[in-house]
Every structure is written in structure tokens, then in C-alpha cells.
């Protein structure tokens, strides 16, 4: 029994009551105060974990899990939720301070720090993110998703615009639509098992007793997290969304909310379904995300606003974590371990990368008034260091050494090759130099001599970008970076607590 | 014809019509009550499943009666935000409206 997982749900919910008691300058400050905690609870799991070599658990209440609700951390969640933290606590300080552009001529947007009510919901996504990370049971895993819609819909139409509430309303309905069949598919699992809990289901699913209502209830779940996640044929609703939404908005909902159910999509193929259904489903899902990587990264490529273009990108980059599913799921151990820490080191790479770029993104449509790419040429002479920032996240997207994203590639790509998959090989090559493309054509313009800046008739504007936030960012790429430097191995610290059992974590 | 097999008939009906709702109703409110009606047809399923799982002499399994609960709870709260979102759209929509006209007519 470890009380820090209740502590990582709880906390951030306590950080509410200050914003809400004290009025918003002295609430924001303890908002943020209580991410770093997270921060600190998060971390403190995971040194548990690692130093344990086993999962913790919690029994909410003190009642046995086959009834009861009860949380686990493995080295997967562990992992997961650290990164999260990590990121909702730099955009919590990237949309805190700001006020050094007041005087400035830029859009008053977003340089006065966001309102109070961004910080609520950023705490509440840090208590969604880490109940979807930590249950175990599959009704709470739908509150969790339900609490994390609910926390990240307002973030897109903070400002009230037209445009973002549209987007706002789209991105709910493909939520809610998405959650009703995740939980149809609990409904079946339900009937025909009698449990909902992920240890107990995976032991009777094993027996293959299901049959093809498992199978059906499984797709459902499945078809829900795709459209939460914006998978491929349900990605609809992201562009719109993410690149409308002010940049700290933008960042978490690139970064970390689309994560949760692509955690989930994991854990339910790989955890709970047994390996022959996985092994059948698997190639479904790397078809999706093959399309996804190709077919987005095209459109990104064809962009004409910043924000618009990494919104694409995101879609594509989710793509890679599904072409880890065939690979994981062989019988081929060694090999399958590496597809598996790749898939999830890109996770966590892409996290920290897409964060710092759309932080950077908004720092240079904030210097420059506008985010039109045809319209930016020589940006990087006002905004150097937000430029870097963009530079050093693509070139993680692309897969250049160092970086997290080039680590989880060679993984990838290495597992593919290794298990005779060339399609996926030749998927992640392609996708590399779409992202390459698409990246470079941003930096290539903001390094432009201003003067052949013709078209657009005016010179760059006095403002300069905000130093200190630009750092921020800085940072956030700095650490996909970091990642680069993990071993090209599986890393035993993912394998932690599977497959998923209650074994000596119960009173 | 059990009880059960009729209901979990109906709920298997509503979830098709609310499937249809959502997905080919024109206006954003047609497809909010599509989602309701596909949600009914879920939680309709839930008692189904209560009911069957009675098999222990019990008159129903109640844990899936505790979840839908839940369920309906968090349907409704989306149903909120999602119409409260839309007022807003209109309304918004509605001065942008109004502001254009005014800049035609000065």
C-alpha cells in the first residue's frame, strides 16, 4: 500500500481551494506551487518503482480490488506520469509570468499571463492525467477520460472566439462519441465477465473464453480511445482544435491530453487483451497509424499558418506509438522489448518536443503579430531563442541524434527490420523526412535575411521576444533532447509490474 | 421473450438510432441529442446486464447499477457543457453578426 498514489490524485484537486478562497494572484502562485508538487509526488513514485523493481499499489478504501477500485503504478504509468507532470509544471510557469511584454506594441494576448481560469484547469488535468495513469479498474478509467474531456474542452475556447468555440464544440462531440462506445464495450466486458478490474479481466480473458463479443467489446473500447486520441480516420477534430487554443493551452493539449488514451489504447492490447487477439489487432492499428503518418504529414507540409502546421504534425507523430503494436506483440522477445521502449520514449519525446514548439510558436506569433509563415521571414532576428527552441523540438520529430525522437526511431526501426516488417521500416523512414520537410520549411523562413521578405511589404517589428518564457521552452527541448541519451536497449524500467497482477500488493 | 433479451433489444435499438443521430444530424444540437439517445441505449444495456447477472437469486446485480449511475451523471454534465458551448457559439455568432450589419450601415 503506497499512499502517494492517492496523494498524485488528491493533490492537485487541493490546489483548487487556494485559487478559488484567495482570489487569483495568490492562487495562481499556490496553482503552481501544487504542480511542483505533483512534480514531486510523481518523481517520487517512480524512484519507488525503480528502487522496488515492483509495481505499487493502493486499495481505495481497504476494499479487494474484484469489488473495490484500486490504483497501480508500473514502471509504464510511472514513467507516463512523471513526464506529464514535468510538462503541465513548465506551460503552468510559461503561462504565470509574461508581463515583461506589457509596455510593448505585441497583441495584448497572452502576454499578461493567462487568467485564473487556465490554472484551474490545468489542475484538473494533472488529477485526470494521473487517475487515467494509476486505475486499474475499467469504469474508473472512463471517469478519468470523461474528467480529462471535461478539463481540456474549455482550455481550447479560453478566449471565446467564435472560431475556438466551434472547435471546442467538435472536439466534444468526437469525445463524447468516443467515450459512449468506450463505455458500450465496458458494458459487454461487464456481462460477460463480471469484473471490471484490468488484473482479474486479463487472467480470465487469457482462459479465451470471450470469444467474438471479447473481441467486439475490446474493438469498441479501442474505436473510443481513437477518436479521444485523434487517430487517423478520427483526427479531425485536432487540427481546429489544437492550433486555436492560446499557445500554454495548445502545448498541454498536444503534449500530454491526447497521451492519456493512447496509454490506454496500450495498456488494453497489451495488458488486458490476450496475445492472440493482440497479434490480430495489431496490424489494424499500425495501418492507422502508417496513414496517419503519411497523410498528415503531407498536410502539415502544406500549411500556410505555424500553429496550424505543428497541430498536423501532431497528428502524424501519434501515428508512430500505433506501428509499435504488431512489433510488441510478436512472440520475438528481445526484439519486441525494443519496439515496445520505443513506442514509449517516443511518447514521452514527443510530449516534451511538441510542448516546446508551441510554446515557441506562440512566442513568435506574439513578436510578430500574426503566425502566417509567409509572413515571417527573418523572425529569428526578434526571436532567436524561440526560434532555437522550434529548431531543437523538430529535430526530434525528425529523428536527428540526439534526441528522444532519433532513440525511438533507430528502436522502431530496428524492431521492424529485425522481425521482417519493411512496411513499417519504410513508414518511419518516410515519416522522418515529412517531418524533416515540414520542420525545415518553418526554420529555413525565420532564418531568412528580413529584406527578401518582399511579398508580405513590411520590415520585423520592434518587439523582442520574451526572454524569459522563450527559456521555458528552451528547456522543454532541451529535455526531448536528454532523452536521446537513453541506451539503445530495452529499458528494464518500462518492464516493471507485467504483466499486470494484484500479487503482493493486496493487504 | 425474457425481459432482458427485450430490453437489451431496445437498448441495441437506441444505440443505432443515436449512432445515426450523431452521425448525419446537420446541426450541432441534433447531434448532442444523438449522443443522448446513444447514451440511454448504453445505459439501457447496463441494466440489461444487471438483470441477467442476477443469477444468485438476487433481484439484480447491483454494481452495474452503482456504474450507471455514474454514467448518467457524467452524460448529463456533457450534455451541459455541450449546449452551454453552443449558446455561446450563437451568441457570439449572432454580434459578430449584428457588428458587421452596423459597419455596413456607418
Not at chain 1, 447 to 457: I, N, R
Request: glycine fraction near 14%.
Amino acid at each position: 500500500m503506497s499512499a502517494l498514489l492517492v496523494l498524485a490524485i488528491t493533490a492537485p484537486l487541493l490546489g483548487l481551494v487556494p485559487l478559488l478562497l484567495l482570489g487569483p494572484r495568490t492562487g495562481e502562485r499556490a496553482a503552481l506551487g501544487m504542480l511542483a508538487v505533483n512534480v514531486a509526488i510523481t518523481a517520487g513514485i517512480a524512484e519507488r518503482v525503480a528502487q522496488g523493481g515492483r509495481a505499487l499499489g493502493y486499495v481505495v478504501g481497504g476494499f479487494a480490488p474484484p469489488l473495490g477500485v484500486g490504483l497501480r503504478a508500473d514502471g509504464f504509468s510511472a514513467a507516463m506520469m512523471l513526464m506529464a507532470a514535468l510538462v503541465l509544471l513548465f506551460t503552468g510557469l510559461f503561462a504565470m509570468t509574461g508581463p515583461g511584454d506589457m509596455t510593448r506594441k505585441v497583441k495584448a494576448r497572452g502576454s499578461a499571463g493567462m487568467p485564473a481560469t487556465f490554472f484551474i484547469l490545468l489542475l484538473s488535468l494533472a488529477c485526470a492525467l494521473n487517475l487515467a495513469f494509476l486505475a486499474q479498474d475499467l469504469f474508473t478509467l472512463y471517469v478519468a477520460l470523461e474528467l480529462l474531456t471535461f478539463a481540456a474542452v474549455p482550455l481550447v475556447c479560453l478566449e471565446g472566439k467564435a472560431g475556438q468555440l466551434s472547435a471546442a464544440l467538435t472536439y466534444l462531440l468526437f469525445a463524447l462519441f468516443g467515450s459512449v462506445l468506450y463505455l458500450l464495450g465496458v458494458v459487454l466486458i461487464y456481462g460477460l465477465y463480471g469484473t471490471l478490474d484490468i488484473a482479474h479481466l486479463a487472467g480470465l480473458m487469457a482462459q479465451g473464453t470471450g470469444g467474438a463479443t471479447a473481441g467486439a467489446a475490446l474493438a469498441l473500447m479501442s474505436a473510443g480511445l481513437m477518436a479521444k486520441a485523434a487517430l487517423f480516420p478520427l483526427h479531425l477534430w485536432l487540427p481546429p482544435a489544437h492550433s486555436g487554443a492560446p499557445p500554454a493551452a495548445s502545448a498541454v493539449l498536444s503534449a500530454v491530453v491526447i497521451k492519456a488514451p493512447l496509454f490506454l489504447l496500450v495498456r488494453l492490447w497489451s495488458d488486458l487483451a490476450p496475445l492472440p487477439l493482440t497479434q490480430v489487432a495489431g496490424p489494424v492499428f499500425a495501418l492507422c497509424g502508417a496513414a496517419a503518418i503519411v497523410f498528415c504529414g503531407v498536410v502539415a507540409l502544406a500549411q500556410e499558418r505555424l500553429k496550424l502546421l505543428i497541430a498536423y504534425s501532431t497528428a502524424a507523430q501519434i501515428g508512430y506509438l500505433c506501428l509499435m503494436f504488431p512489433l510488441a506483440a510478436s512472440d520475438d522477445g528481445p526484439w519486441s522489448a525494443l519496439a515496445w521502449t520505443g513506442g514509449t520514449l517516443h511518447l514521452v519525446s514527443h510530449a516534451l518536443s511538441k510542448a516546446a514548439m508551441f510554446l515557441a510558436a506562440g512566442l513568435i506569433a506574439e513578436t510578430m503579430g500574426h503566425d502566417r509563415l509567409s509572413g515571417l521571414g527573418g523572425v529569428g532576428r526578434v526571436a532567436p531563442v524561440s526560434v532555437a527552441a522550434f529548431g531543437l523540438g523538430g529535430l526530434s520529430l525528425m529523428g536527428l541524434p540526439p534526441s528522444g525522437g532519433f532513440v525511438a526511431k533507430v528502436m522502431l526501426l530496428t524492431s521492424a527490420l529485425q522481425q521482417g516488417a519493411w512496411w513499417i521500416a519504410t513508414v518511419v523512414l518516410v515519416g522522418g523526412l515529412l517531418a524533416g520537410g515540414y520542420v525545415l520549411r518553418v526554420v529555413v523562413i525565420a532564418l531568412q535575411h528580413p529584406d527578401s521578405d518582399a511579398a508580405s511589404g513590411r520590415g520585423l517589428p520592434d518587439a523582442r521576444e520574451c526572454r524569459w518564457r522563450a527559456l521555458i521552452a528552451l528547456a522543454l527541448a532541451f529535455g526531448a533532447m536528454l532523452v536521446g541519451f537513453m541506451p539503445l536497449a530495452p529499458l528494464p524500467f518500462l518492464d516493471i509490474g507485467r504483466p499486470v497482477t494484484w500479487e503482493g500488493l493486496l493487504p | 421473450m425474457t425481459g432482458a433479451l427485450l430490453f437489451g433489444l431496445a437498448g441495441a435499438a437506441l444505440v443505432g438510432c443515436g449512432v445515426y443521430g450523431l452521425l448525419t444530424a446537420p446541426g450541432a444540437l441534433g447531434r448532442v441529442l444523438g449522443f443522448n439517445i446513444l447514451g440511454g441505449g448504453v445505459f439501457l444495456m447496463f441494466g440489461v446486464v444487471a438483470r441477467r447477472g442476477a443469477g444468485a437469486g438476487f433481484g439484480a446485480d447491483p454494481v452495474p447499477q452503482a456504474l450507471v449511475i455514474t454514467g448518467i451523471v457524467v452524460a448529463f454534465c456533457a450534455t451541459a457543457l455541450a449546449v452551454a458551448l453552443l449558446v455561446r457559439l450563437c451568441a457570439v455568432q449572432a454580434e459578430a453578426a449584428r457588428g458587421g450589419d452596423g459597419d455596413k450601415e456607418t
